[in-house]
């Protein structure tokens, strides 16, 4: 028996559950690209870690910065309460996105995180601003 049967496959409707749960909870690089290539973009794509000249020399076009630790009520009435956003970092080294996600998520905010970051991004090849 292999590590990989050592405990056995979940029944299907625990994996889907599982799947849909990561899927309303996540997006990946090549999804916001894709909405943004067809002028798609019904997010708000938010650069949430670094200083303001860390984002200037490089972030994912359209993207705004909004450090987590300078997200509030008050910052986040600047859009709709439906507003969905989508939170990305540096990459899997940081976790600056969950910051981000966790407090917009305390804040009544619909949000997912970007998996991959800035680090996915370039892997897939995108430019950047």
């Known amino acids: 028996m292999s590590y990989v049967t050592d405990y056995p496959a979940a029944a299907p409707e625990i994996a889907a559950a599982h799947f849909l749960q990561r899927l309303c909870l996540e997006t990946d690089c090549d999804d916001v690209h894709s909405a943004m290539k067809d002028?798609?973009?019904d997010f708000v794509l938010l650069h949430v870690v670094g200083?303001?000249?860390a984002f200037a020399l490089r972030h994912i076009p359209g993207a705004l910065h909004l450090r987590h630790r300078d997200m509030s009520a008050e910052r986040m009435a600047e859009w709709?309460?439906?507003?969905?956003?989508v939170v990305?970092?540096?990459?899997?080294h940081c976790n600056g996105a969950d910051r981000a996600a966790l407090?917009?998520?305390r804040l009544g905010r619909p949000v997912k995180i970007m998996i991959g970051g800035?680090?996915?991004?370039a892997d897939e090849g995108f430019s950047f601003a």
Do not use: N, Q, R, V
Request: glycine share 8%; with cysteine; net charge negative.
């Open 103 to 105: 407090k917009l998520a």
């Open 80 to 85: 709709p309460a439906d507003t969905l956003f």
């Open 51 to 53: 200083s303001p000249e």
């Open 88 to 92: 990305y970092c540096a990459g899997p």
């Open 118 to 121: 800035i680090t996915g991004w």
């Open 39 to 41: 002028e798609d973009m």
